[in-house]
T-cell receptor, first 112, second 116 residues
Framework: RKEVEQDPGPFNVPEGATVAFNCTYS??????FFWYRQDCRKEPKLLMS???SGNEDGRFTAQLNRASQYISLLIRDSKLSDSATYLC?????????????FGTGTQLKVEL | GAVVSQHPSRVICKSGTSVKIECRSL??????MFWYRQFPKQSLMLMAT?????????EQGVEKDKFLINHASLTLSTLTVTSAHPEDSSFYIC????????????FGPGTRLTVL
């Protein structure tokens, strides 16, 4: 089983739609959780951190359920510029420091 | 935000040659740097973690003699792919962090390696 699992998509949605991505992780000792965005042939960029209380940043809402080891990302009022791959990322502590584990990503295509 | 650069951005080489990739933190001192590899349609996979002034810690399955990592200063880490083969063709991305237990990793723009 992969440490971080995501539906690869693609999710094809019209502009203005609301779309939700889910992610599950296997390491119950994971400490921190993030959503990153990666455009084609580019490096990943931090979109937002994810907290149990849920957090919102404009059109983006992230939620963490530690009991179910489940993370979600909701994008409202999708824009063409939201088209990208969204990576679910989990951080855990090791003897050598904190490490990030990336999911394979969910591809989003927002269309006119 | 903090800036991390990588050089070169793209490299094409012949099988059997060695390729060096540089990762620099431009406006902060990075005590820890990470090297990742990403194959098409796959996730970023951590290859190794390097702390300035000490030997890199390699992930399971990554050959330390093939992927040489040097983190000689607080702003520079290098990855050398020795005797590269076509299966080493990939997107190599570094990231840098100010300390081993701080939250944020700042990613470089990546280096696309193609081995012919």
């Amino acid at each position: 089983r992969k440490e971080v699992e995501q539906d690869p998509g693609p999710f094809n949605v019209p502009e203005g739609a609301t779309v939700a991505f889910n992610c599950t992780y296997s390491n119950s000792a994971s400490q921190s959780f993030f959503w990153y965005r990666q455009d084609c042939r580019k490096e990943p960029k931090l979109l937002m951190s994810v907290y149990s209380s849920g957090n919102e940043d404009g059109r983006f809402t992230a939620q963490l359920n530690r009991a179910s080891q489940y993370i979600s990302l909701l994008i409202r009022d999708s824009k063409l510029s939201d088209s990208a791959t969204y990576l679910c990322v989990v951080e855990h502590i090791t003897g050598g420091g904190n490490k990030l584990t990336f999911g394979t990503g969910t591809q989003l295509k927002v269309e006119l | 935000g903090a800036v991390v650069s990588q050089h070169p951005s793209r490299v094409i080489c012949k099988s059997g040659t060695s390729v060096k990739i540089e990762c620099r933190s431009l406006d902060f001192q990075a005590t820890t740097m990470f090297w990742y590899r990403q194959f098409p349609k796959q996730s970023l996979m951590l290859m190794a973690t390097s702390n300035e002034g000490s030997k890199a810690t390699y992930e399971q399955g990554v050959e330390k003699d093939k992927f040489l990592i040097n983190h000689a200063s607080l702003t520079l880490s290098t990855l050398t792919v020795t005797s590269a083969h076509p299966e080493d063709s990939s997107f190599y991305i570094c990231s840098a962090r100010m300390g081993p237990r701080t939250d944020t990793q700042y990613f470089g723009p990546g280096t696309r390696l193609t081995v012919l």
